[in-house]
């Protein structure tokens, strides 16, 4: 099983001028693309329960070089997962174009870009496994907000009695009154 690495999003023109080894995109690149793309297929194929149309591609050697369609296919790896992860629109998140030939090519901000969006990724999926939904007296049709503030357990007020209170992450929405406030009991 591949492991995820800390992807390298910080390249720049200076890195080009001066040839550093971030300047060019090498077989320890592109396999921490893809073996962290496929920890993200992995990792959200398992939460989802469902299969994600992810394509293997064999990993280059010393003798061997990517082909076009392997670049584009890794591309096309990071944006199914994008697209099937059905996370809300994430800040910094771009669209991947995967339509590169042999007379147009990435460059390092392209690279970039594969890079942070599966970072950015990685952290969404990652929280969204700690997302714990509060019930409380919410009322349909109410704005987010006004809801919200009423799932936090900061605003139930402690009681001496043992009564129904409005709190619970365990509550399964149409499990019925009598399963779902068992979780409601003190």
């Known amino acids: 099983m591949p492991?995820?690495?800390?992807?390298i999003y910080d390249?720049?023109?200076?890195d080009i001028?001066?040839?550093?080894?971030?300047?060019?995109?090498?077989?320890?690149d592109w396999s921490r693309v893809y073996d962290n793309t496929a920890v993200l297929n992995i990792l959200l194929s398992?939460?989802?329960?469902?299969?994600?149309?992810f394509t293997e591609i064999p990993v280059p050697i010393l003798t061997t070089f990517p082909s076009v369609t392997h670049l584009n296919q890794l591309i096309t790896n990071i944006e199914a997962i994008r697209l099937a992860s059905g996370l809300p629109e994430i800040p910094g998140i771009v669209y991947l174009r995967a339509t590169w030939t042999h007379v147009i090519t990435p460059d390092y901000e392209d690279v970039n870009d594969w890079e942070r969006d599966i970072a950015l990724l990685f952290?969404?999926?990652?929280?969204?496994?700690?997302?714990?939904?509060?019930?409380?007296?919410?009322?349909?049709?109410?704005?987010?907000?006004?809801?919200?503030?009423?799932?936090?357990?900061?605003?139930?007020?402690?009681?001496?009695?043992?009564?129904r209170r409005a709190r619970t992450s365990i509550a399964v929405c149409g499990a019925g009154l009598t399963r779902n406030n068992l979780f409601r009991r003190y």
């Not at 492991?3 to 992807?7: D, G, L, R, S, V």
């Open 3 to 7: 492991k995820y690495t800390n992807p």
């Open 11 to 14: 390249r720049t023109a200076l």
């Open 17 to 28: 001028t001066n040839r550093t080894a971030k300047a060019f995109l090498n077989i320890a």
């Open 46 to 53: 398992f939460l989802q329960s469902t299969e994600i149309a």
């Open 123 to 163: 952290a969404a999926i990652v929280r969204a496994v700690k997302y714990v939904p509060y019930c409380g007296v919410a009322t349909t049709g109410q704005s987010h907000f006004y809801q919200w503030r009423w799932r936090t357990p900061d605003w139930i007020e402690p009681s001496a009695t043992p009564v």
